[in-house]
């Protein structure tokens, strides 16, 4: 298989040592069928093992390997190098504070996850022995677009509202948050509605749509979160008339 | 001694996969007021279970009975499942994925709208629950969202379990954990632990398996005492993309696929390979047996990555594939440029799932007291000499739950816990890996001694084995013990040491591979995936009975535990 040798400018930074992230450059034989991250790990493996990066499934599916290219956010993992020049510059996710390296702190994100209730809200739990629910195909897709984030969060490097507003909930956190709003088995969507009216969630956004273009999974936050704005506000408006937050 | 920090629970789980966060659910609910410890070397959204695809097995349908779903694995296990797990299992397997449903996971429906179920390997009729071809990724990320429900579920992510802590009485009461981010160790101390961190595929070259499944759990329990048992069993997927090894679904042949050759001959239905009429729906050590003889006699195809056959899903059409089956569509297309609408992909056999693992009697206790194990990391013996595809997954479901159940009642048996031998412990370990780390000295590359023994474990334990080739890797591996131990390691920061981590975790696939040479050495006879060409028939007489590999400093003890046989007398196994 043809080989080329192509430069990769990584991003070094260790608290312990650095006062800001640095670059180091690296030169790599290069397969053609390779992707991005087959490249980080060759660094890792055979020229500097001190290199810090997260991933794992290699397949697009474990989200761990998210990271700047050529200053777009990428799936390192799914990202061909057949599309780069000889010059690979790989930078850790635009708009999070760096761990090390290419890592970046996910902290922040778990808080705003979990703030949206990503789990089925039921006044009264269903027993096993009463058998599953029945979802008809409409009722389904009424969600399942959304059920397919990675939590990979690509979504918040690209999103200008997260860079200027760091509080800004973000696109994925919408995006999961509206996915059960939107699940026929749900009755929790008064609850993540008075969530998505607080400041920094769903009115913050300004429709820059860059979420859903960047998005490996075509889950299309962008549109989770114009959903969820209509929502929000006629479950407001709901609760004007029927006090008691609408049936 | 290095100071470390002391954290209280009253359970401990290491791993956040399906197995590790069922039973985080299940002990919250048997217990609101206990306190469970999940402890994950990465977040548990990024755990293996993730890359599943093709299904969870549970009887649904009204042709469908408990008694043939147990009939089917047991006979799919070669007769080396326990059959009072299997009947266990096949009866809780529908309550499981119901819990499942109403949590939210979004399965495939049918028009009328209930589950929908599609075929598998090995099953007799259809009764594996899917979500196209993604159900790992949305059982992992719906179990995850539920989980962060209970406050008394206290996670610790990117901490990587170096160490099980013992206290004077030999029970096991905590672990030794390293911040990953930090580089602080932690002791975590607690009643009873819990290890669901999954297989060890990473010791081969050539898997499914994700970077971070190097059979760490497998590993700590060994290295305590623990046998691991029917280690000799490893699972080869039949259809695994050359070069990567990336995982194309069953689900492909149980929506009706077809496996061809070089002449586009569709060779278990030309040839006898022991599967009958269910061609490609035969078992997975079968499918991938014949392959494997296929390209031998000359009948594969050559490509960039060795030999391989064809998979073949055009005649299904674009419309099905997009809709039963989107994400092998674009694993195709973006990992060897095939789009399997107009192509036949390229497959071949590659290593998928370890059937042996930690034993555990069916509470998934082990016999180290407060030690348990649940999912891939465990053998309860469910599975036996062969798993049947999307048994696993179910398998995490009911047995973390069990186990969960069970150690929450354990728990509460145990009294105050003397602190003190489990804290030197811990910083025994903090100790031993602040040496460690960018210690420079030793002349080992680390990439190569992985190399090494992915090497060794391919040509001694693969799809078929031989004596001569399992004794020279078994030596091999050995060897490696010693290079390990002299491994070179260049970075010297404590924050995200990504070098360190993959030094603990080399140790963790060396153990796991010398459990298992050792134990492939041992088994005279072909029985489910352990196929010796020294001894090409199963030998009921000799070797009806688990394998325990139990840890000694001159190198594993093998040993014997007897198979719970019941109403399924062993027979043939012919379909």
């Known amino acids: 298989m043809r080989e080329v040798t192509k430069t990769f400018v990584l991003t070094r930074f260790d608290p312990d040592q650095d006062e800001a992230p640095r670059t180091q450059e690296y030169k790599v034989p290069v397969r053609e069928d390779w992707k991005v991250l087959d490249a980080i790990n060759f660094i890792k493996d055979e020229i500097d093992p001190s290199v810090s990066h997260r991933w794992s499934c290699r397949m697009a599916v474990c989200g761990s390997c998210g990271m700047m290219v050529n200053g777009e956010p990428k799936l390192t993992c799914k990202t061909a190098l057949s599309d780069y020049g000889d010059r690979v510059e790989i930078e850790p996710l635009a708009n999070f504070p760096i ?4 890592v970046v702190e996910l902290e922040g994100f778990m808080d ?13 739990q269903k027993a096993a022995e009463e058998g599953t629910y029945r979802q008809s195909t409409e009722e389904l897709s009424a969600f399942k677009q959304f059920s397919m984030c990675i939590n990979c969060m690509l979504c918040y490097s690209a999103c200008p509202v997260v860079a200027n507003e760091p509080e800004f909930i973000g696109p994925a956190a919408i995006a999961l948050g509206h996915r059960y709003n939107m699940d026929s088995r749900d009755e929790g969507a008064s609850e993540r509605n008075q969530r998505f009216r607080e400041e920094g969630t769903v009115f913050s956004c300004s429709y820059a749509n860059e979420c859903s273009e960047v998005c490996p999974k075509d889950v299309d936050p962008a549109a989770a979160v114009n959903q969820a704005k209509f929502n929000a506000v006629i479950d407001w408006a709901k609760g004007l008339v029927m006090p008691k937050g609408g049936s | 001694m290095s100071a470390i920090d002391l954290y209280r629970h009253d359970i401990i789980i290491v791993g956040g996969g399906g197995a590790g966060l069922r039973a985080a659910i299940a002990a919250a609910e048997a217990d609101p007021s206990q306190s469970i410890a999940l402890v994950s070397k990465v977040y548990p959204m990024r755990s293996h279970t993730v890359s599943a695809e093709g299904g969870a097995a549970a009887v649904a349908r009204a042709d469908d009975t408990l008694e043939m779903h147990g009939y089917d694995t047991v006979k799919g296990s070669d007769f080396l499942g326990d059959q009072h797990v299997i009947e266990y299992f096949v009866e809780e397997a529908p309550k499981e994925l119901t819990l499942l449903e109403h949590w939210g996971l979004p399965f495939s429906r049918n028009e009328d709208g209930t589950v929908a179920t599609r075929a598998f390997g090995g099953m007799t009729t259809k009764r594996t629950w899917y979500a196209a071809d993604k159900i790992g990724f949305h059982m992992l990320h719906t179990l995850f969202q539920t989980s962060l429900k209970y406050d008394n579920i206290v996670r610790y992510d990117e901490h990587f379990v170096s160490k099980l802590l013992i206290a004077n009485d030999g029970s096991c009461r905590g672990v030794a954990a390293h911040d990953i981010r930090t580089g602080e160790m932690k002791a975590i101390i607690g009643k009873a632990v819990m290890l669901t961190t999954g297989g060890g595929g990473k010791i081969f070259p050539f898997t499914t398996n994700g970077m971070i499944k190097t059979g760490d759990g497998m590993a700590l329990a060994y290295r305590e005492g623990v046998p691991l048992k029917d280690m000799e069993f490893v699972q080869y997927h039949p259809t695994g993309l050359p070069g990567t ?10 929506e009706g696929g077809y496996l061809t050759n070089k002449d586009g001959e569709r060779f278990l239905v030309e040839r006898d390979y022991g599967v009958g009429s269910k061609a490609e729906l035969g078992p997975r050590d079968m499918i991938s047996r014949a392959i494997v003889q296929e390209i031998e006699a000359g009948r594969g195809l050559s490509g960039p990555y060795g030999d391989y056959v064809n998979l073949d899903l055009r005649h299904l059409g ?3 594939i997009d809709e039963r089956l989107p994400f092998v569509r674009l694993l195709g297309r973006t990992y060897v440029g095939v789009d399997p609408v107009k192509d036949p992909l390229p497959i071949r056999p590659v290593v998928h799932y370890m059937m042996g693992g930690v034993d555990t009697d069916i509470d998934c206790a082990t016999q180290l007291s407060g030690l348990y194990a649940a999912g891939e990391t465990a053998c309860v013996s469910l599975n036996g000499a062969n798993r049947l595809g999307s048994n696993s997954l179910t398998e995490c ?13 354990y728990a509460k048996s145990i ?11 811990a910083k025994a370990e903090a100790d031993r890996i602040d040496q460690l780390r960018g210690r420079q000295k030793g002349g080992e590359k680390l990439s190569e001694i992985r190399r090494k023994l992915n090497e060794a474990m391919e040509s001694g334990c693969g799809v078929y084995r031989q004596q001569d080739t399992m004794k020279a890797c078994l030596q091999d591996v050995s060897q490696l013990r010693g290079r390990v131990a002299d491994l070179q390691l260049t970075d010297p920061s404590r924050v995200f040491n990504t070098e360190v981590i993959a030094a603990l975790e080399l140790a963790n696939m060396v153990d796991v591979a010398e459990a298992l040479a050792a134990s492939a050495l041992s088994r005279k006879e072909s029985r489910g995936a352990h196929t010796c060409k020294d001894y090409p028939h199963r030998d009921d007489q000799n070797y009806l009975y688990h394998t325990m590999c139990t840890f000694s400093p001159s190198g594993p003890v093998i040993g014997k535990k007897d198979v719970t046989l019941g109403h399924w007398e062993p027979e043939e196994r012919k379909y």
């Open chain 1, 112 to 124: 705003k996850f979990k703030s949206v209730k990503p789990w089925i809200v039921r006044a009264k």
């Open chain 2, 415 to 425: 009294g105050q816990i003397d602190d003190k031998a489990l804290v030197e412990q």
């Open chain 2, 397 to 409: 479901l009911v047995f973390g739950a069990r186990g969960a159940r069970h150690m929450t009642q």
């Open chain 1, 99 to 102: 761990v090390r390296d290419l």
């Open chain 2, 245 to 254: 090894g990336i995982l194309i679904t069953e689900a492909t042949r149980g």
């Open chain 2, 318 to 320: 674009e419309a099905k």
